[in-house]
Each structure stands twice: as structure tokens, then as C-alpha cells.
């Protein structure tokens, strides 16, 4: 209750309410942490609780990461450990660098515990991360980069776009996670569509047995949006398993508007995908879906509307073998971090946590 009673306050006020503001400041805040080598080594000692598992092969810490879209420059890769992460996802990031969508572009429904966005794939491209990546502290968990299409090029240049950023970004990477389901760039989830899927991941599949150069090939994982019909979806994860996608993250924000309490519609009404707690049956609902689908067989990192350790067991519950947090994180707290890894190990002690571990 410290950060919702004294933290939270400050952070919602910073520049007059506006929420790009105060997620820009915060991580100003963690960039110095991430360079401050004892203290965040200190903070990791105490906060980053061992819970292991495996999955896709890579070994974490514990299963609570966080989710693509709070660190998309990598500017803070070292801090996200010392607030308990077992893993981190930075980015999306695309491979030419782009300013995003117009300002104001990210908005709170305080009532509803969520959030509207559309960034746009705000970030300094893919060459630039790299650069970053390179000089950066050693990261003490497991990083997954997330990469998009370029506002600016056509679907039809999608896949070589895709590959730019993934031959940058290999080296740095535990496993990539390909987003073609954000809401905010124009045409964008025409590529979770059969055809296009199958291309792109056939492609990063070659590109990846390339840069791999004999050794095991970097998990590709796929985001899926939540607004896919149960068909749609199904059509999805066969292409999945088809072109040997090490698995899949469920879900990305919503354009739908399900969940809002009534005080923030005006807020809702905002174009741009949605997050936080009106997502939480919607894509605990998709992971349990994918589960079904593929027989257990496909990893699923299950993200959206995690705003409690008890919503972190629930997807575990229904069939994730890993989760990541956002907008819970701006509601609650590192301390839902923490919590969520005590809760995973709670029921693991009593059995009632099946493992999904790959």
C-alpha cells in the first residue's frame, strides 16, 4: 500500500496528470539506477526473488517479467532486475528510428485501473538499441527484444524490415518476440493473416539458423492480439507450429472497450489500444484458448490486465508458463512483483501449480 498511498499520487501528478510524462521521468529514474553498478546489485539481492524455471530452453530467475512497451529504448535494462524481474522484454522496437504518433498519446482510466495508448512505435530504431546494448551493464536476467514494422514502410517491405532489426539486435537478445498486433500502426495486424504470418516467420526462421552460425537458434516468439476471433486465432497458431515458433505471447492492448467503468468513458473513447485490469478475463481467457489449442505444446508468455499475484497465478493457472506486467506495474507497484513471484511459489509448494515449463 506504500506505492498506492505515497508513490502513485506523485507519479499521477507529474506533468499536470499527463501519464508519457511521469513514464518518461520514472525512467529517468531507473536509467540512473541501471548505471549504478552497488546499488542496483543491492536492490537485485533483495528484491529478486528465486523461483527458476525453464522455458523455450532459456533459464529464469523467476517466471514475472516485464512487458514490451516500458523500456523501448533499453535505456534501463539493468534496474529492471533490481525490482525483482525475472526477465525483461525491451522495445517494440522497428528498424528505422520513428517519432511515434502525435502527442497526447497515452491516457489513464483511473477508475478502471487501465490505460489507452497509441504510441505509434516511439523509438530510436533498431542500429541505436544495439549501440546501447552494447556499452550497457550486464543485465542479471534473461532479455527478450521485441521488433515491429516501420511506420514508414509499405507491408509489402515488412519482412526485409523485420530482419534489419533482427540481425542488430541478435546478439543482445535471449529470445525476440515479433509484434505484429499493436493497434497503433496503420496495417499492421493484416500480418497476423495466414499467408503473410508464414512468409515473415519463414523468413526470420532462415535469418535466425544464419546469425545462429551453428549454434542453437534464439527463441522467435509471436504476439497475438486479443481482438482475433476463436477461428481466426486457431488459423494463427497452426502457422506458429508450423514454422517452429518457440511460442507465443498472449495478448497485446485491445481496441475494444469492454470493462470501462462508466466515469472513464470520455478517456475510452481515445483511439489507441487498451491495457490494465479491463483486459484481465480477455486475455487470461486467449492464454487458456492457445493452452487448449496446441495441447499444452506451445510456451505462451501470458500479458494483459496482470494487476495482482493472484491474476498472475490465474494465467499460470490457465496455461502460461511465464507472465509480464505493464499496467499493473503503474498501479501497484515493483511490490506486485515480488508478490506475484511469492504467490507462484505458494502454490507450487502446495501442488496446485502445474508446471509449463519447456
Not at 477508475?111 to 489507452?116: A, F, L
Not at 493484416?190 to 499467408?195: H, I, N, P, Y
Not at 482475433?228 to 502457422?239: I, R, W
Request: hydrophobic share 40%.
Amino acid at each position: 500500500m506504500l506505492y498506492q498511498n505515497l508513490a502513485r499520487p506523485v507519479l499521477f501528478r507529474i506533468g499536470r496528470g499527463d501519464a508519457e510524462r511521469a513514464h518518461e521521468t520514472t525512467l529517468r529514474w531507473l536509467t540512473r539506477l541501471s548505471s549504478q553498478r552497488q546499488a542496483r546489485n543491492a536492490l537485485i539481492k533483495l528484491n529478486q526473488l528465486s523461483a527458476p524455471v525453464t522455458v523455450c530452453g532459456i533459464p529464469f530467475p523467476n517466471p514475472i517479467g516485464l512487458a514490451a512497451g516500458m523500456d523501448k529504448n533499453g535505456v534501463a535494462t539493468g534496474a529492471w532486475p533490481a525490482l525483482g524481474f525475472g526477465f525483461a522484454e525491451i522495445g517494440t522496437v522497428t528498424a528505422q528510428p520513428q517519432p511515434g504518433n502525435p502527442q497526447p498519446r497515452m491516457f489513464r482510466m483511473r477508475r478502471s485501473e487501465g490505460i489507452v495508448n497509441r504510441m505509434g512505435f516511439n523509438n530510436e530504431g533498431a542500429q541505436a538499441l544495439a549501440a546501447r546494448l552494447t556499452a550497457a551493464p550486464a543485465v542479471n536476467c534473461p532479455l527478450g527484444i521485441s521488433i515491429g514494422k516501420s511506420k514508414v514502410v509499405p507491408l509489402e517491405g515488412a519482412i526485409e524490415d523485420y530482419l534489419t532489426s533482427m540481425r542488430f539486435l541478435y546478439p543482445f537478445a535471449d529470445y525476440i518476440a515479433i509484434n505484429v498486433s499493436s493497434p497503433n500502426t496503420p496495417g499492421l495486424r493484416q500480418l497476423q493473416d495466414a499467408g503473410a504470418l508464414r512468409a515473415l516467420l519463414g523468413a526470420l526462421r532462415t535469418e535466425g539458423v544464419r546469425l545462429a552460425a551453428g549454434r542453437q537458434p534464439r527463441p522467435v516468439l509471436v504476439k497475438i492480439a486479443p481482438d482475433l476471433t476463436e477461428p481466426a486465432m486457431a488459423q494463427l497458431l497452426e502457422v506458429c507450429l508450423e514454422s517452429g515458433v518457440a511460442g507465443v505471447i498472449a495478448t497485446n492492448t485491445t481496441i475494444g472497450r469492454d470493462g470501462v467503468d462508466p466515469s472513464d468513458d470520455a478517456i475510452a473513447a481515445e483511439p489507441g489500444g487498451m491495457s490494465g485490469k479491463p483486459l484481465t478475463q480477455i486475455s487470461r481467457e486467449i492464454v487458456r484458448f492457445v493452452h487448449r489449442e496446441t495441447n499444452g505444446t506451445l510456451p505462451i508468455i501470458g500479458s494483459g490486465g496482470i494487476m495482482s499475484p493472484d491474476d498472475a497465478q490465474a494465467m499460470f493457472d490457465a496455461g502460461a508458463s511465464l507472465v509480464q506486467l505493464y499496467s499493473g506495474l503503474v498501479y501497484n507497484g515493483p511490490g506486485l512483483v515480488r508478490g506475484s513471484v511469492r504467490r507462484y511459489r505458494s502454490s507450487a509448494r502446495k501442488g496446485a501449480h502445474t508446471s509449463h515449463s519447456r
